[in-house]
């Protein structure tokens, strides 16, 4: 496990447990065994993240359900041992983090699935919309539902946007500064032009937010007319979700970006239960 992650970990558990849980410790010294349970069918993710807060704690864990692992109601993901003053503290912690990861992974598995249906070339990328602090955790999330990552920072690719394009003089030069510079360049295009331009200046993918399925299918066509498309990768962003994601998985675009994956995702009903 990256360092990252268990200092992300060790701060979790200090944030819930402040300077000690009172209530816990009025408990007798004995020791226990708890399961935690899902009460609603999903995807699983998070169950080594989980491990690690029991384990730092001096508990012992059995994973019944690896990550990826499909489960209903009442089903059992992992058996927890050790003392009950040391097992209850962590259970918040160890629940809020494998619920919302949980949720993330079954979102995301659903979108997925959904497009595989319809166009098995296109992928599912989760976007910067995370949670301040669990971005590792949500996009690792996404991972195990069957999605990809996109920039995990700002130092990972270059990425024009609207306002980068406002503040800059010249749409054509920005980008062909950032491609003498950057092997992987995205701009964000606000139509066909914009789109031939970038495409031309050397972009390796063009990203077209909040555009209908119809507009998409217009830019890419005309791109295939002027020998652009191959050249370049075409993500769909902005208000897909499961409703219309097929529609957009149609166009022919290469990767669609859904922020709602990470930023709204509900948690997967789980429980920690003394046995």
């Not at 995990?152 to 024009?160: F, R």
């Not at 063009?206 to 791109?223: A, C, F, H």
């Not at 990768?233 to 290469?254: L, M």
Request: net charge positive.
């Amino acid at each position: 496990m990256h360092i990252r992650a268990r200092k992300a970990l060790d701060n979790f558990l200090a944030e819930d447990i402040g300077k000690g849980d009172i209530t816990s410790n009025l408990l007798p010294r004995k020791k226990i065994t708890a399961s935690i349970i899902s009460r609603q069918e999903g995807i699983v993710a998070g169950v080594q993240y989980v491990k690690y807060i029991f384990v730092s704690r001096g508990c012992k864990v059995k994973i019944l359900k690896k990550d990826g692992s499909k489960i209903k109601p009442n089903q059992k993901i992992m058996i927890v041992s050790g003392f009950a003053h040391i097992i209850l503290p962590c259970e918040r912690t160890a629940l809020n983090l494998l619920s919302r990861m949980s949720g993330i992974a079954t979102q995301t598995n659903h979108l997925v699935n959904k497009i595989r249906k319809v166009n098995p070339k296109v992928k599912l990328y989760s976007t910067r919309k995370t949670a301040p602090g669990l971005r590792l955790f949500d996009k690792d999330a996404v991972e195990i539902g069957g999605g990809n990552r996109h920039r995990m920072s700002l130092d990972d690719m270059i990425m024009i946007k609207d306002n980068h394009l406002a503040v800059s003089d010249s749409v054509w030069e920005l980008v062909q500064k950032a491609c003498k510079k950057y092997r992987t360049v995205e701009v964000e295009v606000e139509g066909i032009n914009d789109a031939i331009l970038a495409a031309k200046a050397g972009a390796s993918i063009i990203m077209l937010d909040n555009r209908s399925p119809n507009e998409i299918s217009k830019i890419i066509n005309v791109l295939k007319k002027l020998h652009l498309r191959d050249k370049v990768k075409i993500e769909a962003s902005g208000g897909i979700d499961s409703v219309n994601i097929q529609s957009y998985a149609r166009t022919g675009v290469d990767m669609i970006s859904v922020g709602k994956i990470t930023s709204s995702a509900p948690g997967l009903d789980l429980s920690l239960e003394v046995n």
